[in-house]
């Protein structure tokens, strides 16, 4: 398995700042990366989400300049600068850049006076893994101009801000669970968030004290279709509500379901609503588990979760099955999918002392069905965004 020791280096990011713009940055921020334990496409439905932070992020070196453009660079993507106005607008880029210049762009939509700005970003999240690349990108940057203009935004304002950056700059239609994951994470804790009235709460998490293991499998199935059967999806759901007459699937309750289910036609429509109020109330029901120090009773309802993901959402696909159900068969006390789907990562909580053999048990299953070969690695919960130097 993959060492996954905390690796904010900022000597790499830095020397890419120096080497693009020919000076020291004025600083280095930090935002992780996060996988989600439970409440999948929840967030956009006023709903419950639980993600953690992981020790893989994004960090942006990054420096005021006196003039009125924004010059961006990454150590993944070699080249040139890209350089805008400080005025661009959607649409004024389209490549990895919208992420950075989409922040410049919402924070002054916002009203916030954001100046010039050079700025180098360094990763270690792997892209398209679900792992929330985009997010952590956009909270470092966040952070960093939050800083370095003295704007005193609070987190949670912080995180809207990088999530309209996606909304419009970017154009997904995400929720806010990847932005209030990557800034109000702490590290030994889930973060229990409330998409509806923001309210947070830490909850601890550690479950190596419990010789537990919560491990991350990345299937490295390449995504497909992901944004518009995202976006579909979102649509559903919000003609869901209308049809039901509430402002968000959020507002129906498990024991209101069978009346909801039976007042609306589309069979699609059913089980798409069928997801996102159980699933809700799976989120509620891990809270109060973890809150007993009941943490192998967490395990059936992430299973529960992953059938209603493939059954009822119709997000997954053959390898995150395959992932799911092969570390099932070895011994996890639950499993799986985690983020938006249609590829990316599963989740396992597995005895410490079956990990190994989990693994290896989905390797070789990924290998009979001729899938890529999967990465995995031991998740635990890191800090949130913050200054690094
Ligand atoms: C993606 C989105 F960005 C999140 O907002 C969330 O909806 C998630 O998919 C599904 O739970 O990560």
New binding site residues.
Partial sequence: MEDTAVRFDVTEVSAAFTAAFGRQPDGVWAAPGRV?IIG?????NDGFVLPMALPQGVRAAVGRTTDSRVRVVSRQEPGAPVTVGLDAKPGAVTDWSAYVIGVVWSLREAGYDVGGVDIAVDGDVPAGA?L?SSAALECAVAGALNDLFELRIEPTELARLAQRAENEFVGMP?????QMASVSCTAGHLLFLDTRSMATEQVPFAPADRDRTLLVIDTRAPHKLVDGE?ARRRRTCEEAASVLGVAALRDVSVDELPVALSRMDDEVQRRRVRHVVTENARVLEVVRRLRDGDLDGIGPLLTASHVSLRDDYEVTVGELDTAVDTALATGALGARMT??GFGGCVIALVPTDRADAVVDAVRGAFERAGYREPAAFTAVPAQGAHRVR
């Fill in positions: 989600n999948e496409h929840t967030d956009y679900g929330s995400c929720g806010v669970m990847d995202y983020g938006g």
